[in-house]
């Protein structure tokens, strides 16, 4: 089967349901987006974020697919309480933060910070999807915490490595 099928040609992309949509259509910025992030965390390089790189695989699916009649969604309320079970692992040994935090650090938290980012920028697109109502509240809460996942794990991989938060101060202006 060749890679290429011609059938996107025309601007449009083929949906779970067999239907065709825009390619710039506001449901695959969302999906664009977060196979970004999906390709952001394979940069981190870092086997243990195979696990999440499987559910945002699911989410993208579950994006390809409005949630509308009986559809089975496969991110879900259970998969929100793993990220917050893995964000307070993280945070056991980050000190309380009291000040913004630049993103950077040693490579491998530079990395994370940048997945963030990215995965910032797939939930304002799947906020824009969820107002319209073409996706769960699942899909939202997900990535919100799945980006203060990163945010968790980028700080402690600093301290890790012995370099710890680099704080932000205001320029001076004078």
Request: glycine share 8%; proline share 4%; hydrophobic share 35%.
């Amino acid at each position: 089967m060749p890679i290429y099928t011609r059938t996107g040609d025309d601007g449009t992309t083929g949906m779970s349901d067999g239907g065709r949509v825009e390619k710039d259509s506001d449901r695959m910025c969302a999906i664009g987006d977060v196979d970004e992030l999906n390709a952001a965390l394979g940069l981190v390089g870092d086997e243990n974020l195979k696990p999440l790189q499987a559910m945002l695989f699911e989410l993208g699916a579950d994006l390809a697919s409005p949630p509308q009649g009986e559809v089975k969604h496969r991110i879900v309320q259970e998969d929100i309480n793993h990220i917050e079970e893995w964000i307070d692992r993280a945070e056991e040994t980050n000190e309380p933060l009291k000040t913004f935090i630049l993103p950077g650090g040693c490579e491998f938290a530079a990395r994370l910070h940048y997945a963030r980012t990215v995965c910032r920028r797939a939930e304002r697109s799947v906020t824009t999807l969820h107002r319209n109502n073409g996706c769960t509240k699942e899909a939202l809460v997900f990535l919100n915490r799945t980006s203060d996942l990163l945010f968790a794990m980028a700080r402690s991989i600093n301290k890790i490595a012995g370099l710890g938060d680099i704080p932000w101060t205001a320029r001076d202006k004078d």
